[in-house]
């Protein structure tokens, strides 16, 4: 079953601005990553964050999770065009080692 | 270079048929993972393996059979295609200890007429 859920669903912005998006989870994690995917393309991963963490940051990207509310938020700062493509966030919190992805968020950043 | 690579890229087949997807990673993972993306861009952990042990998605029908000649690849096997089946197919793999980031192939657009 799924476990982690985007939100939003879409996303649309101009070039420079910033994207948020958000991941809620069901069960207890011992890290989510987020992953980035092109069209037609497999998926990239982006960053990880560990359950005792609560920020991290790399590059324009900064993630947050909060492990009492069950969700994790990605802000990708200063976007740009080549920033268009799908977002996932995916849990891992079992011992055999399976991780859980999201519907994602199909991130679009207008020239 | 490549780090995780499925062939084919497209594969197009009639219900009934039996078929192959061939999965390589050249990065020393010690597992590999075969996910299923649905046309709503679901992604769906179908299979789970090392050297050790193979975790099976119990919603995976048993048509699906995931081999594995060497630590390397992992193939999959799909057995009586149906129309459902259509979608893409990820490989991916990862280091089992460290349980960090997975490293996907490219994809297979797998189309059952």
């Known amino acids: 079953s799924q476990q982690g859920e985007e939100d939003p669903q879409a996303l649309s912005i101009q070039e420079g601005e910033n994207a948020t998006m958000n991941c809620s989870y069901k069960?207890?994690?011992?890290?989510l990553q987020w992953y980035r995917q092109n069209s037609g393309r497999g998926l990239v991963h982006l960053i990880l964050?560990?359950?005792?963490?609560r920020e991290k940051h790399s590059g324009r990207l900064r993630v947050t999770l909060d492990t009492s509310k069950k969700s994790s938020s990605l802000l990708i700062t200063a976007s740009r065009a080549a920033d268009t493509a799908s977002y996932f966030c995916?849990?891992?919190?079992?011992?055999?080692?399976?991780?859980?992805f999201g519907a994602g968020t199909r991130l679009t950043v207008k020239p | 270079d490549t780090a995780v690579s499925q062939t084919p890229k497209y594969l197009v087949t009639q219900m009934g048929n039996d078929k192959s997807i061939k999965c390589e990673q050249n990065l020393g993972h010690d597992t590999m993972y075969w996910y299923k993306q649905d046309s709503k861009k679901f992604l769906k952990i179908m299979f789970s393996y090392n050297n050790k042990e193979l975790i099976i998605n119990e919603t995976v029908p048993n048509r699906f059979s995931p081999k594995s000649p060497d630590k390397a690849h992992l193939n999959l096997h799909i057995n009586s295609l149906e129309l459902g089946d259509s979608a893409v197919y990820f490989c991916?793999?990862?280091?089992?200890?460290?349980?960090?980031?997975?490293?996907f192939g490219p994809g297979t657009r797998l189309t059952v007429t």
């Open positions: 991916a793999s990862s280091h089992w200890a460290t349980r960090d980031e997975q490293y």
């Open positions: 964050i560990r359950s005792n963490e």
């Open positions: 069960t207890s994690i011992n890290n």
């Open positions: 995916a849990t891992d919190g079992g011992n055999n080692n399976d991780m859980r």
